[in-house]
T-cell receptor
Framework: GDSVTQMEGPVTLSEEAFLTINCTYTATGYPSLFWYVQYPGEGLQLLLKATKADDKGSNKGFEATYRKETTSFHLEKGSVQVSDSAVYFCALSGARGNEKLTFGTGTRLTIIP | NAGVTQTPKFQVLKTGQSMTLQCAQDMNHNSMYWYRQDPGMGLRLIYYSASEGTTDKGEVPNGYNVSRLNKREFSLRLESAAPSQTSVYFC??????????FGSGTQLSVL
């Protein structure tokens, strides 16, 4: 079945550091890929997505590129801010557009001023 | 625009008690979902409803029941709560796109 493997956390960085959170997936066909973010005390919200190979999703300075050859969708940001502290989830939607979204285990990111 | 509204936000139960978690969305979405979030395990799908009148099991349905009361509302019921059901529960909905909209969660403790 579909699965998502995400970088173990927690991750602690200093403000303005470069961020990478790794995500790899297993799925049949061509799934859509997502990064969701969860701020303290809130539900998840969509950060970015990519629907086909070589697509780059981007939002709020974050980027992720759909790499079919390595089955990866790593999240990157060039200069993190304290406000980026949150839990980040990688997810995929099945190739046939089925109803279920499969999530990774989440990576807690803390940015220190 | 309220989006997805969950109630209650917090609940403490004793083992064996029952309760219903309520969820409503005002975006006219067809699909609704219940997830649980546990440390180190991410979000796991309990049940989902692709449209009014239909429900299907997700990854971890045991110990839960759901009702899609109408297009707006999707409730989750614990008939006999167990400590293993201590978790944070999230309701979500989806329209025609692939984006899920989440509620703010219910923190449930079963003693």
């Amino acid at each position: 079945g579909d699965s998502v493997t995400q970088m173990e956390g927690p991750v602690t960085l200093s403000e303005e550091a470069f961020l990478t959170i790794n995500c790899t997936y297993t799925a049949t066909g061509y799934p859509s890929l997502f990064w969701y973010v969860q701020y303290p005390g809130e539900g998840l919200q969509l950060l970015l997505k990519a629907t086909k190979a070589d697509d780059k999703g981007s939002n709020k300075g974050f980027e992720a590129t759909y790499r079919k050859e390595t089955t990866s969708f790593h999240l990157e940001k060039g200069s993190v801010q304290v406000s980026d502290s949150a839990v980040y989830f990688c997810a995929l939607s099945g190739a046939r557009g089925n109803e279920k979204l499969t999530f990774g285990t989440g990576t807690r990111l803390t940015i220190i001023p | 625009n309220a989006g997805v509204t969950q109630t209650p936000k917090f609940q403490v139960l004793k083992t064996g008690q029952s309760m219903t978690l309520q969820c409503a969305q005002d975006m006219n979405h067809n699909s609704m979902y219940w997830y649980r979030q546990d440390p180190g395990m991410g979000l796991r799908l309990i049940y989902y409803s692709a449209s009014e009148g239909t429900t299907d099991k997700g990854e971890v349905p045991n110990g839960y029941n759901v009702s899609r009361l109408n297009k707006r509302e999707f409730s989750l019921r614990l008939e006999s709560a167990a400590p293993s059901q201590t978790s944070v529960y999230f309701c979500a909905s989806r329209g025609n796109g692939e984006k899920l909209f989440f509620g703010s969660g219910t923190q449930l403790s079963v003693l």
